[in-house]
Structure formats: C-alpha cells, structure tokens
C-alpha cells in the first residue's frame, strides 16, 4: 500500500506495493551474518492505494556521485543534485533521498522544495543541522539532558526533524566527518490506519483488505 525502499550494501531494491505485491525481505549479510542498509517506507495517497504494482532492482553503480566545491560527497538515490537525477524516479510523493558525506571542516547547502517535509538521519560522524548553532532554538532529546553542552552537535543515530525548513538546509562540520540520509517528500494531509504491513486512510479500508488477502482476492489480476 506505499512505496518501499531498501538500500543494503549500496544496493538498491526500490517497490511500489500499490495492490499485487506479497512480499518478505531475506538480504544475505556478510559471513559472519551481518549486515548494514536502510529501509524507508512512503505512503501512497488514496487515489493511488490500489495502484499497479513496480518492483526495481538497482545496482549501486547506477546511483551518481556529485561531489561540490564545498566538499561534499553526495549519493544521489532521489531527486537531483546540481541538476544530476537519481535512479528512482515517477514517487508519487515526489520524494529525494540523498546520501551525503561531509568532510571536517566543511559546509553543505542544499536547497529543498518549502512545501516538502525534511529530515536527516546521521549514520555515522557528527554534524550540526542548525547553521545558527543555537541549541535553544529547537527540541533535543537525549539520555541525561544535563550531560548536553551548548552548542549540541548531532552524532550517529540521531534524526533531525526539519518543521519549516524554508528554502535551504544548512550542515556544518568541525572536528569530525558525517554520513547522514537527507530525506523530503510531498505530505499527504490525509488520515492514516495502519496495521502490520497495510496502510490504509481508514479502519474500514483496513478491515476489507484484510479480509481480502484471507479470500485470496487481495493481489487483482492484470
């Protein structure tokens, strides 16, 4: 019922579920079994919930590198950077999905549409996502609170939550590199039931889809 993204070792494995995919994800790791990838899930909105279903595989030599004068590193999944395009194309929510490294000492601007919703996530490093390093001018949480020191640097696991990003995003290091996803997308405005892996607008809608996978008429014949 939405669009469904993987990325496991640089490999991509991009789905919209729409009504005719059942699925389950069974990545290989390593030897020792391990493994490192993401996963990002985007609703469909309802005049799309029982879309045709697509499925691509994209192989990690087909996402474009851009590097900037300022000394970023960006992997462009989604979107386009410096008017370089992604491998994922035609989301209905418009998304952009960036994988971006940052050296120490360097800056990152990007400019994002002001209707979309943002957020960062840090794999790995550290960064400010606040350009005016005013930790008081947004929420932060964390383990013990009275361990924070003004002004608060974002570090690896940490997602950063864009209410009104305007028309740029701003990141900035120090002593330390960063690898952080920046991710937008177009919001729907609309009401969500959901319930394992089915995203509906209502109970009802819920109840009937489930009880059309139980019936076997879930998946439509095309």
């Given at each position: 019922?939405?669009?469904q993204g993987h990325i496991f070792a640089g490999d991509i494995q991009w789905m919209t579920a729409g009504s005719g995919i059942i699925h389950q994800e069974m990545p290989k790791g390593n030897r020792k079994g391990q493994i490192f990838g993401f996963q990002l899930w985007a609703n469909l909105p309802a005049r799309s919930k029982m879309m045709d279903p697509r499925y691509r595989g994209i192989n990690h030599r087909e996402i474009p590198v851009v590097s900037t004068a300022d000394g970023a590193k960006i992997r462009v999944i989604c979107g386009q950077v410096n008017g370089i395009h992604g491998p994922v194309k035609d989301i209905v929510t418009d998304p952009e999905y960036l994988d971006v490294e940052l050296?120490?000492?360097?800056s990152f601007t990007?400019?994002?549409k002001p209707d979309h919703n943002v957020f960062a996530y840090v794999i790995e490093g550290e960064a400010y996502f606040d350009p005016a390093r005013n930790p008081f001018a947004h929420d932060t949480a964390g383990i013990n609170y009275f361990d924070m020191q003004p002004p608060c640097s974002c570090s690896d696991g940490c997602?950063?939550?864009?209410?009104k990003s305007g028309a740029h995003i701003v990141v900035t290091t120090d002593r330390h590199s960063v690898r952080f996803l920046l991710i937008s997308g177009k919001p729907l405005n609309e009401p969500i039931a959901?319930?394992?892996p089915i995203v509906m607008?209502?109970?009802e809608e819920l109840r009937i889809a489930f009880q059309e996978y139980r019936d076997g008429t879930f998946i439509r014949p095309r």
């Amino acid at each position: 019922m939405g669009n469904q993204g993987h990325i496991f070792a640089g490999d991509i494995q991009w789905m919209t579920a729409g009504s005719g995919i059942i699925h389950q994800e069974m990545p290989k790791g390593n030897r020792k079994g391990q493994i490192f990838g993401f996963q990002l899930w985007a609703n469909l909105p309802a005049r799309s919930k029982m879309m045709d279903p697509r499925y691509r595989g994209i192989n990690h030599r087909e996402i474009p590198v851009v590097s900037t004068a300022d000394g970023a590193k960006i992997r462009v999944i989604c979107g386009q950077v410096n008017g370089i395009h992604g491998p994922v194309k035609d989301i209905v929510t418009d998304p952009e999905y960036l994988d971006v490294e940052l050296s120490a000492g360097k800056s990152f601007t990007h400019t994002v549409k002001p209707d979309h919703n943002v957020f960062a996530y840090v794999i790995e490093g550290e960064a400010y996502f606040d350009p005016a390093r005013n930790p008081f001018a947004h929420d932060t949480a964390g383990i013990n609170y009275f361990d924070m020191q003004p002004p608060c640097s974002c570090s690896d696991g940490c997602i950063v939550l864009y209410e009104k990003s305007g028309a740029h995003i701003v990141v900035t290091t120090d002593r330390h590199s960063v690898r952080f996803l920046l991710i937008s997308g177009k919001p729907l405005n609309e009401p969500i039931a959901w319930y394992g892996p089915i995203v509906m607008n209502t109970q009802e809608e819920l109840r009937i889809a489930f009880q059309e996978y139980r019936d076997g008429t879930f998946i439509r014949p095309r």
